[in-house]
């Protein structure tokens, strides 16, 4: 198990937009599992490439499903509303309410290189949008209704 360290906000790289993967490797691979295995030990649901300073577009997000990583990401279609509480392993100690699509469809590809394409919803919608704005160097303060 390889934890990465994760920025917090202050960190330039947070608001730098990440590149695209244009080879899914060991390297990768690695990236990946490590963010996987760091995402866990800080007791997030989510993980994006840019928080543990690395610019590409990469997530993983586990809502209680096991994890689901995300490899060049785009987000399809999204439809309805919510607003609930959000935080971020980014910006510890810090809370508060987003308004979010209640559902989303994306397409990205596995850290095997399979594309696919998955409708979320509910609490997966919210992490899907929150990671992915990660890779535009877009933190969830940013979106809040509390400027």
Known sequence: MALRNIRIIGDDVLRKKSK???????????????????????????????????LKRIFVIDVGEGPKV?????????????????????????????????KVKVRAFNEKG????????????????HENDHLDGVLFVDKTNNK
């Open 20 to 54: 695209k993967v244009d080879k899914i490797n060991d390297r990768i691979r690695i990236l990946v599992k490590d963010m996987i295995d760091t995402m866990y030990d800080a007791d997030g649901v989510g993980l994006a490439a840019p928080q543990v300073g690395i």
């Open 114 to 129: 399979e594309e696919f394409e998955v409708e979320a919803e509910e609490l997966f919608a919210r992490a899907i949008c």
């Open 70 to 102: 995300f490899i060049n990401p785009e987000i399809l279609e999204k439809s309805g509303s919510q607003v609930d509480v959000e935080g971020c392993l980014s910006i510890p100690n810090q809370q508060d309410e987003v308004e979010r699509p209640y």
